[in-house]
């Protein structure tokens, strides 16, 4: 399964977990994988992939895999009492290379990262558990446990990334702070017939009951997903639950007024979600990422890619980490990550809230004040790139060091994921496909700011990209100072200002001399 060269070992083979796994194999770092499943899951689970989520896959070659078998969604539409309201386009043009949602059952999204796995030295196992968990200062020691057989390892990293009922996390005696839903929700995966637009997701609102209609890859083939009127009969605790009905599902359809025609059902379920944030994502040598430290409501897609996004923070972190970088970088994984982990549950809280909740304001809201609000929102390019962000994973802001400049600079701004430029020599450059570090020099830096940031990148092994004239003010806006920027492995920028100096302090503090 494995040998002494491992470096991290991650427990949990779910989208995450996978994720970072590939993530790290392409920084160097060798990786064992463990899952105490048997194999895939069968269920579609999550599907909902976001923008950013296909940025992260570019960088191991899981975007390409993904675009073929998924369908795309440009638009969501909005309707009530059977009758179309508002139509909110889901679209980035100029924000990402991957403007529009994806919509990609958990059970192929999983399949296709093994099947990139598979082609790796990375070492995996199925059936294996892990049962224990002691740390020092040089490493981690772990008790595997394969087919009943019972074996020690030693590593110097360990990553849970096993879910909400996380076995890493439970043995480092972390808590989770939060709550759980009062409402449940239905999900059923169906095969239908339907004069609805098979490129949009779909909500509909009638009195108290809410229905989304998300499309899934292949003919006639969809995702509903409504709220309980009646939760009476439904458990109090989170998690997947009873097994609905076709006579149900039918109900449901016909009291919201839908044009939907069921032919069979597959993957159905009730739900019940919890909202909770990990007290801390990191304890010595063991970190956490996923359901395993955080977990939401369903609403947005937000949870699976909140834990991709999780692994594109942690895998160069670690990296760096295993090569000499100070301790306190990892803890800067911990800051960032939870921080945007609070950042989501505030965002698919209130989604939630306002698409689910039974209550006579809330189905009020959804007649006749959200349809309105989203008719403005799609007539308005800032509306649109509003809601874009806040569904595609974009948003998330990291803080940056003091000695950066803080604000933003055309495209550029400290603290924020770099978008598309239009920049060839950016946005196709080997270090931002292959998830490395990358020196800018924009627009008139003097020969002494020049030959320092050479020097910088020379030492840590980074490539520099000069952007002048009208590339580097598209790129800095109308900035006459020439610009130094550091664009980390996760495509953020690390810093931003004029003195090379203040730059080469930063990266010592946070990577080391190099």
Not at 6 to 12: D, E, K, M, T, Y
Not at 437 to 444: C, D, E, I, K, Y
């Amino acid at each position: 399964m494995t040998g002494p060269a491992s470096q991290a070992l991650i427990v949990g083979a779910g989208p995450v977990g996978l994720t970072l796994a590939l993530l790290l194999h392409k920084a160097g770092v060798a990786v064992t994988i463990i899952d105490r499943d048997s194999g895939p899951v069968e269920q579609s689970r999550a599907i909902w992939v976001h923008p950013r989520t296909l940025e992260i896959w570019d960088t191991i070659g899981m975007t390409p895999l993904a675009r073929a078998e998924g369908r795309e969604v440009a638009s969501i539409q909005m309707s009530t009492d059977g009758v179309a309201r508002a139509v909110l386009p889901y679209d980035g043009t100029g924000q990402s290379a991957h403007p529009h949602g994806l919509m990609l059952e958990q059970s192929r999204t999983q399949t296709l990262l093994l099947s990139l796995i598979a082609d790796t030295p990375i070492a995996f196992s199925w059936r294996t558990s892990l049962t224990e968990l002691t740390q020092s200062a040089d490493g981690c020691r772990v008790t595997l446990e394969v087919d009943g057989d019972r074996r020690a390892l030693d590593v110097p990293f360990v990553v849970g990334a096993d879910g909400g009922s996380s076995t890493v996390r439970k043995l480092l005696g972390i808590e989770m702070e939060g709550g759980t839903y009062d409402s449940s929700f239905f999900l059923a995966d169906v095969i239908a017939d339907t004069e609805l637009d098979p490129d949009r997701a779909h909500l509909s609102f009638t009195g108290a009951s809410t229905i989304a209609v998300l499309p899934l890859p292949g003919d006639r083939r969809f995702r509903l997903i409504g709220n309980m009127l009646d939760q009476s009969g439904e458990p109090q605790t989170a998690g997947y639950g009873r097994t609905v009905e076709a006579d149900e599902i039918s109900a449901r359809i016909a009291a919201n007024r839908l044009p939907i025609r069921v032919e069979s059902t597959g993957w159905t379920s009730t739900y019940r979600s919890h909202y909770r944030v990990a007290s801390r994502f990191r304890q010595g040598r063991v970190l956490l990422a996923g359901d395993a430290s955080h977990l939401h409501s369903p609403a947005g897609g937000l949870g699976m890619n909140t834990g991709i996004a999780d692994a594109a923070t942690l895998a160069w972190k670690l990296a760096a980490a295993l090569d000499g970088a100070p301790d306190a970088l990892l803890d800067s994984y911990d800051r960032e990550r939870r921080t945007a982990a609070h950042g989501v549950i505030r965002t698919s809280d209130r989604l939630f809230v306002l698409q689910a909740d039974g209550r006579r304001r809330f189905a009020l809201m959804r007649r006749h004040v959200l349809p309105r609000v989203v008719s403005r929102l799609a007539r308005m390019r800032f509306g649109r790139s509003l809601a874009f962000r806040a569904l595609s994973g974009t948003q998330v802001r990291y803080a940056v060091p003091r000695s950066s400049d803080q604000r933003a600079h055309g495209l550029l701004q400290a603290g924020r994921r770099l978008p598309p430029t239009g920049i060839v020599t950016i946005d196709m450059s080997t270090a931002v496909r292959d998830g490395r570090s990358l020196l800018l020099r924009v627009g008139a830096v003097d020969t002494g700011t020049a030959a320092a940031l050479d020097r910088v990148a020379d030492r840590r092994g980074w490539p520099v990209i000069e952007v002048s004239g009208a590339e580097a003010r598209r790129l800095a806006g109308f900035e006459r100072r020439g610009l130094v920027v550091w664009v980390r492995p996760d495509r953020y920028v690390g810093w931003l200002g004029a003195d090379v100096s203040r730059l080469d302090t930063e990266l010592g503090a946070l990577l080391g001399d190099g």
